[in-house]
């Protein structure tokens, strides 16, 4: 579908556009001074993960590289995610509302 509906518009590009990303909730206590010097690397990172999970097609269409390396550092991010989600808790993993359904 994204090869054929995905346009390369404003909406498409706003998505990756975290200039301006505000702090997130788990680091309120962080000084502002502080979150000043960490937006930038964070905002990079947070693009990198997510041109990463587009398809190779929608990456190819924006005109994002994807080197081997990436491909390979992104899947072992996502394994060591697998293994640390199997620490928490279990009644900590969801949602109080995703426990319910």
Do not use: Q
């Amino acid at each position: 579908m994204c090869a054929e509906v995905l346009a390369d518009n404003w909406a498409t590009r706003a998505v990756l556009d975290l200039r301006h990303i505000g702090k997130p909730a788990l680091l309120r206590r962080l000084p502002s001074a502080g979150w000043r010097v960490l937006r930038a690397p964070m905002a990079r990172f947070m693009v990198w993960l997510t041109v990463g999970m587009y398809p190779p097609v929608v990456r190819a269409r924006l005109g994002y590289g994807w080197s081997r390396r990436s491909a390979l550092a992104l899947r072992l991010m996502g394994r060591l995610i697998a293994l640390a989600w199997r620490l928490v808790p279990f009644e900590r993993r969801f949602h109080p509302r995703a426990r319910a359904a």
